[in-house]
DNA sequence: ATTTTTAAAGCAATCGATTGCTTTTATTGT
DNA sequence: ACAATAAAAGCAATCGATTGCTTTAAAAAT
């Protein structure tokens, strides 16, 4: 497409007689400039079609009203809700949002980080790919003086402001719930334990069965079961086995514990008499699935907005000080079916 | 944050004794400079931790390796999908996008555009919101040499490359299959008329009726049944007309059919036996419930990657040709339970 | 009427990378 | 050994907006 040449504000000085500096105060509200040229100026900025160029405004004023976002996939609810809570925020602010998704690739995580790097965004906001291993990329972001913030999955060892579902009290909360309902075998469904929420969920699990004195059953603890068809796949080893779990705490996702409720409606197991099944996320389906599926809702939006507020209250990351730096959203366990053996 | 200067390549170039030309050249893979003080540069770069200024590059390239995307919501599963395709190709491209969401108002898609066409973004991809009334800032994008690409829902007047369902071939063919299915008064469940794809929606439930000589009863067309709440009210008062429908054709969304099939179930009609329901979007949930929904798959990955496509093939749009212009995405009619009636 | 003060406008450097053109250095051929 | 040619490096302008500083014009004070 050709682009024909746009107009700049020394077209419009020319124009008017004036000269370019005059141009971009009035333009941007400045003072020393006499009321009657600044609405001059106005109105043949509109006639001539005049639009800033930012990329040129930006290098000179030396940084960007720009935020990134990197999360694994955008077409995931939990991050696409956080998104939509940043946006909000951000919104008001005047910020854009550059949003660049991993694909869960950390490699792809890398390229991203660096494009943002290169943009001179005023911040990144990040939920780790799934195959975490190193944050040398996170690092270089600090270096390159721009702010970082980390959600949900996030590299632990690092000193920025965080914010996170408190996974461990959630998964506490829901294997509590379940051992009250009177079931005494839970299985737990796990993700890959590079990955902090996926280790404090297990930690919750584990503390609830602690408290209740209950003795972890090491066959009961599946291992990657992420996706639907993994969840379905584990369900029915775990269906098969001589001693049998009464209860599957499917911590991965709601898809996983949608594979869990068909291998039982398959297999003939009543859910919730014969098997209890809880999930995670609070997936629109859940509701809607027969018997609905007990759950955790992560407060996604809510926690979008909090992210950016963070950001525009210049919180700083507090050097050495690690718990201060973190603010933690309060998951709520969903109680639906699935779980309500006693009526 | 007190961001401490970041290198640029002045700052190899003073440390090797350079010019900052070469340096440029050099790290551009660019002719005319030795492989020895290539390399001597890529190494110097490395260790001083440069990082290109996007902003200073593409201010003098003219150009910015951005493709700016402009969608009602994220967190609706078509467009964030849409969102996807689109990322899958111009990742590969080594474009980036800036994603916006205009959150279904007119004002703020405005807005929208203008913060994208200031950061002298490529192209612009856009799907406008429901309260769609002007396209003046639509024209605006060509007018300043950036190419528009609408998808979904779009302003039809306007000469851009345009890549659509065929909504109305798609809603005629799930109306045809539920006149098959011995269904005979068929509601429809119709969205705001100003937008394109409900217009043709209609038009397809329209062209349906009259190709197997059933004439339209009007009070069986309600306005608006957007959400599964309006759904669900608009399933209130068909379901208690003296002459109540057989089916009903919920041509905005699934989760308008949801709202259909929770009203049903309330006032235990059965589905399908009583009452047929056909949504549209294929959304995950449309599945699992019970009876499984009837529905219109959009291929909306598919229809991402198309869209970007279109733009690195540079199609330029046809003045004058409009239809030459246009990309049809084939839909699917998926058929589930609730409207099989004839087993 | 003249000096002082203030407001308005202009000048020129700057942000960092790119690129057409010129100069210097190295290489090749005779 | 010297001219012809090619390769490598340097120079300086440019992209468009911003901003500290200076100059000019207008208003106020004496």
């Not at 141009?23 to 009321?35: F, I």
């Not at 969920?201 to 066959?219: C, D, N, S, T």
Request: with cysteine; hydrophobic share 35%.
């Amino acid at each position: 497409m050709k682009s024909q040449k746009r107009t700049t504000i020394y077209d419009i000085a020319k124009k008017l007689n004036l000269n370019a500096s005059s141009v971009s105060r009035a333009l941007n509200n400045s003072s020393n400039v006499s009321e009657a040229t600044r609405e001059l100026i106005f109105k043949t900025a509109k006639e001539l079609n005049y639009k800033q160029n930012s990329l040129a405004s930006n290098l000179r004023k030396g940084h960007n009203q720009t935020i990134g976002v990197v999360v694994p996939r955008i077409n995931q609810n939990f991050f696409a809700n956080v998104i939509a809570g940043i946006e909000e925020i951000t919104y008001q602010k005047g910020y854009n949002l550059i949003i660049c998704q991993s694909n869960e690739s950390h490699a792809r995580e890398v390229k991203c980080i660096n494009t943002l790097t290169n943009q001179h965004v005023s911040c990144i906001i990040i939920s780790v790919s799934a195959d975490f291993e190193d944050d040398s990329h996170l690092k270089n972001i600090k270096e390159q003086g721009i702010q970082l913030i980390q959600f949900d999955r996030v590299a632990d060892q690092l000193d920025t402001l965080k914010v996170l579902n408190d996974n461990e009290q959630a998964s506490m909360e829901a294997v509590t719930h379940m051992i009250e309902q009177g079931y005494q075998r839970i299985a737990l469904l796990e993700g890959p334990q590079n990955l902090n929420i996926f280790r404090q969920r297990k930690a919750g699990y584990l503390a609830a069965l602690k408290k209740h004195g209950i003795a972890l059953i090491p066959e009961l603890v599946m291992e990657n079961a992420w996706t639907k068809e993994l969840g379905a796949e584990a369900t029915r080893k775990l269906l098969n086995l001589p001693n049998p779990p009464d209860a599957i705490f499917a911590s991965t996702s709601d898809f996983s514990a949608l594979g869990v409720l068909e291998i039982a409606t398959k297999m003939g197991i009543r859910v919730p008499e014969d098997l209890g099944i809880c999930g995670y996320s609070n997936e629109a389906f859940t509701e809607i699935t027969s018997p609905a599926i007990t759950t955790i809702d992560q407060h996604s939006v809510q926690m979008g907005k909090t992210i950016a507020k963070l950001y525009f209250d210049e919180a700083q990351p507090n050097e050495g000080n690690p718990s201060a730096n973190t603010v933690n959203i309060q998951p709520e366990l969903i109680i639906r079916e699935s779980t309500l053996r006693k009526k």
